[in-house]
């Protein structure tokens, strides 16, 4: 058994906290059963499902802190757990950052767990891969796709009074769809909490439309042009631009969110008046747990509003060192978006270039954000309102900063990786060379 | 059951590790990481209940991985130790063959009656398996080779070294670098002990004993006035190696270009930690490169990362054939190329071979993860692609008989499959020194250590930036230079390749947490080469303005 109810977690960590005799003691309780399909070459290549349970207790006494981890919950294995935590503190030096647990809280309930998504069976995850691989036969097409889908929980609670527990749930697709006569590649992604929202002959098809609309691709010069965005290329830019949202490297001086004198960007203005984004546990198409691994509540917190930033992340410690409320880093992004859809977006652009997806996305400079990587899996060329050609790809070094300055229109959400990220048309995207891969 | 967490940390710079470090297992004390685990003859008598099992249920083939995987992590940063992590897992692995389809369990339970069950299931899921398998498993033949055993030629065993002794020295380290102008400093230890012992059907019962070790540190100095800041990651290559890593040698220097000091065999940490704390002052105030043509002279520490995505990566032969299509993506040197014997990879002096018995190496064993006793092979002779990395159920699928044995699971856990052999470039066979290279070099630029690096899912394209960069002009080093990355295609840039220095200057590069496969499992890999000089390659500056 590795999923317990909201009352067994308890019962197991009241059980544990009993043996600890320590200045505090923490316990994190999860535990998970996931499943997974892959396939390539259209056939199934490996498959598998894995359950686990875990017990983190952390002991300590002042400033010294010890970890202790265990999956049986006998009262012999929490006792031991309990006590070897509380061995591995007195051993350790003091950890000047220590802060000590935090008291009773409260959540909101999330609405991360769904039963459909539990209940996913081997059948389920053959009947994924065959909705790729029996379309893609019938078009000369060769699939490649993952999908794993988990079923879990998590639960706190500590010496001071604090209790947190979470159900979840979650899926994720990704497939690529290769033309036999290698010139041609498509790829799409899905996510949810809830299977029941996901179509997996839909995504496949989309992969396959792309592959053959990517056959035979002219390559065109390097340079800057206007970009039409799908969610999915995005988010790799935007999601390093969220990492940089830290007030400590920020206060620190090495971080793109740091100012020239010292301190931080907070309630500045730093791209496009139309980029706001927030992060809310409680949205009901990315929710997340309300509660983050140190027992922080989670809220809805602005980051970012009309250009200007509203919020850094702030963990505990770093917030007692400058005076402030902490503010925990996100479990989702939320990015606001407009009423365009992508064939809107299209219809309205005159030269330019769709991109699927980036790849192989790495840091080049910190102090600049600026990122390299490659578009993969179809690009096209736009011209007058319409797609005209499918282009070679390019490598792109582009910082999100410049990115969003660089805000043409903003079309609709979609759910990509468990943010809401919008199409984006954004103008003087730099592409700095071609590559030949397809 | 399966235990896996991760590791976020903020100790180490940016680029030093793009995804977050796995940990495996459950914490033990420190002094846990000397206990000396299951006993040979009991771990035979386990593998035996599986491969008796599997047979008896009408398995063709079985191999059995008992494994003890010890980890010890010591992050710091500036005077405190940030995490001391001690993690070690244990737990058996069964692969077998019915009805020609692999079938794979594992369990933590290692008695008869857990093994016993785990070996039912690889069973039931290979039968399972089998009606929907449409290319029945062949195996190239593999003799039995009887009860052997191997251990890495450490001379003094990291898990052996107090944790004390360890944290005293990354804090000199970050003292040091304090001292000589760092604005922070941190530094970390990784020591990996891999106790895997491996039984076949086919009458192979080898036990090895595998150590690795990566120091890293990362000093940043900041001009607050500007408001700009650069960061200087530590030269160390992670190693084959134990404790004596880190005992400084002098004979085991290299003095490079611009009056770098690089390493061999040996790391010196507190020395490495006070030139990064000078050398990232000194980048704050040196200019930005011109973009344009230059001739690359590369450190075998900055080459290492680009064999490892533009050699190393695309000659995997599970990636050439499709198996990777959805993740990693599939590769440019498509069978036809090798068919063709004329495929000119690189110029005739460019020499890849792969080697999973290079002493002090990251891949180094004396027999992969399926019993194959392990070689060294060519991949690039002459220029010419002549070979991939392929295992015992690949190398039917290019007309060979052999396996090459490059086959690894990151643990008990997970299934073994191709992973990549350590894979070098040969040394120049005529005497020549990186200061002889540099004299030879008009226009150039020295890349030292791995920086920002990107290639595409085919391995054509690809960019790579330094550590260090130093600007070369009619034959000297001008000095530092910032925004240096270049951008080349693989089989254009290694047909570039102008020159090779010779085996002196030979030192290995290390990629300790290499991702592949879904679900993702890592692996460890080093890669040698010597300096090596590139001529004509497009250099862009990659400084911006916000």
Redesign the interface.
Known sequence: MSIYNKDEAKEIMSRALKFSSADSCEINLSGNISGNIRYARNTVSTAGVNSNQNMAVQASFGKKVGTATIDEFDDASLEKVVKRAEELARLSPESPEFMPPLGPQKYEESKTFIQKTADISPDFRAEVAAASINPASKNDITAAGFFDDSNGFNSMMNSNGLFAYNRDTAMNFTVTMRTNDGTGSGWSTRDYNDVSMFDAAEASQIAIEKALQSKEAKAIEPGKYTVILEPAASIGLLQNMFFAFNARSADEGRSFMSKEGGGNKLGEKIVDERISFYSDPMNSIVPSSTWTGDGMPRKKIVWMENGVVKNLAYNRYWAEQKGVEPVPFPSNAIMEGGDASLEDLIKDTKKGILVTRFWYIRGVDPQTLLYTGLTRDGTFYIENGKIKHPIKNFRFNESPIIMLNNLETLGKQVRIDGNLIPYMKIRDFTFSSLSDAV | ?????FIHT?ALG??IL?APIPIFG??I?SAELLNPGMDVATKKAMADVALNTARSLGSTYADARIGRYLNQYIFTREK???N?VNTESFGIGIRVICNGTWG?ASTNDVTPDGIKKATELAVSVAKA?SK????EVILAPEKGHGEVSWKTPILKSSMSVPVSEK?ELLLEANARALENGA??ISSALFSVNEQKYFASTEGSYIDQDIHRIWPTLNA?A?D??????K?RQGLAAPMGMGYEYLMPDKSEEIKGAGDVVLYRNRYDLVADAIAAAKQAKEMLIAPSIEAGKYDLVLEPNHLGLTIHESVGHPLELDRV???????A??S?ATLDKLQSGTFNYGNELVNFVADKTQENSLGAVAYDDEGVKCKKWDLVRDGILVNYQAIRDQVHMIDQKESHGCCYSQSWND?QFQRMPNVSLEAGKEKYSVQDMVKDVEKGIYLVGRG??????????F?F?GTLSYEIKDGEVKGMVN?A?Y?S?TQEFWNSCAKICDKDDYRMFGSFFDGKG??SQVSAVSHGCSTTRFNGV?V?N?????
């Open positions: 059951m399966k235990r896996r967490n903020a940016a680029g793009a459950k914490n004390f405190m130790v940030q001391t794979f398996n929907i398998q449409t290319e944290v604005t922070y940043t900041i607050k006035a500007s408001g700009k800041f960061n054939l499709g198996y990777e299509a959805n993740y993506g599939t440019f299934v920002s690096y990107s290639i595409d899912q085919q391995r054509y394209n960019q930036g925004d990355a951008q295609n879904q679900p497009n862009l990659t400084g911006r303005n916000i």
